[in-house]
DNA sequence: AGGCCGACCGAGCGATCGCTCGGTCGCGAG
DNA sequence: CTCGCGACCGAGCGATCGCTCGGTCGGCCT
């Protein structure tokens, strides 16, 4: 068993110290197996997609993606931990250069979020609907990052709250329906569309700003 | 092959005079078969699942499976057009019932959208998870429909907006943002949560109503 | 009583599934 | 030159897949 890992100039899963350059995204950097299986999961779902599959759109054969993985549920794991490890570093990275102001810091971490839902919707996409093909185990793991991730966001906005900035008396559900907002967005956005991802930024956290503000009415 | 039919006193498709209790949900009344492959594509997925899962789940034999439908294919059609007819009808129902108010308009066919994917989160998931495992023809058709709903929401919002009672300068994004909103309750609403359906729809409806009223800045 | 038909089932078809066995090959160390 | 080892492959295992063939059975019409 070895390894097939990303090249060793990127930044690895957990060091918040990397990643500081949020807001830039180059090509992924998936080892050629994920890569293939991502496309792969992306089009046709975990169970649609054969290790035959993934071996042929590798360049492999079937034993040859075997000598890298144990088995097509580990390739799983490592695409949806490889995720949600640049998600949530991109965020803390985001929130550290953020500053004091909570609205920054609010803002910091929704574009965060945005930008990593654009440039990364393949696994954006394979990150939320194939949770249930996980095993049991890893999708523990997964679901503690993904509640860790909402966890940020609501904490900020239970600042905000506290700062008088936001208005919102559910910030629990705002922040639920701000992950809702990215993960749908993962599904339409394509890099070709009318817009540009610059610009949808802006209009998107002006929609997140709008929750952070709702129920106002007391 | 036969028709394995919903009880004749379930108002049918395209029947917009039916519905008219549009916020009212009684046990679904599936055909067992759609039923199972249900409760099965929930949590495995439809390539997850194979035809001997649901013919046990329906207590039926494989072939007694395929006495009424042709295929496991014909199974998600049927699943998935049920959906969405379901949807497309309660809300012209909710529509046709809500007089001239553009925002008591917009909020009825919000509201028609929420409870749908609270009482019924098991279709709605399917109908927006597995759009890819159906065939071209059946998702084209399935797609035009959930563009359908989607137009329907964009109108009343370009309503609001003339008639100065909504701000958003992008009703399209708006009218998408609210369908995701929508589609992540589908995942995470549980019945016996610690709210009841009532109260979350009115905070989902006041965070709907933010979003009409985002960006104002200009 | 006889015949038809809708509802269903036991057995099994060929194809494909995840995965493995027993190799080959090239490269760097000694 | 040889040896070990990481990277890979051809062939094929048993299991399961979607689907079908050839029935049985019971209720309804005549």
Not at 165 to 192: H, K, N, Q
Request: net charge negative; aromatic share 6%.
């Amino acid at each position: 068993m070895t390894v097939d890992a990303p090249d060793a100039d990127t930044p690895e899963a957990g060091d918040t110290a990397a990643w500081d350059d949020w807001r830039t995204y180059g090509e992924p950097d998936l080892p050629r197996i994920l890569a293939a299986a991502l496309e792969a999961f992306v089009e046709h779902g975990y169970h649609g997609t054969s290790i035959r599959d993934i071996a042929a759109a590798s360049g492999l054969s079937v034993p040859g993606v075997y000598h890298h993985y144990r088995s097509k549920q580990e390739i799983l794991a490592a695409l949806m931990s490889a995720t949600m490890d640049e998600l949530l570093g991109r965020s803390r990275a985001a929130l550290a250069s953020a500053g004091d102001d909570p609205v920054a810091r609010f803002e910091a971490v929704v574009e965060s979020m945005l930008r990593f839902h654009m440039a990364r919707r393949g696994q954006a996409f394979v990150g939320s609907s194939e949770m249930r093909s996980l095993d049991p185990d890893e999708r523990a793991a997964h679901i503690a990052l993904r509640d860790e991730q909402q966890a940020m966001l609501r904490v900020l906005l239970e600042e905000g709250v506290a700062a008088g900035v936001f208005a919102t008396p559910y910030p629990a559900d705002v922040a639920r329906a701000i992950s809702s907002l990215c993960v749908g967005m993962a599904s339409w956005y394509r890099e070709d569309g009318p817009q540009s991802a610059d610009e949808l930024v802006v209009r998107e956290l002006a929609m997140a700003r709008a929750l952070a503000d709702s129920g106002a009415t007391g």
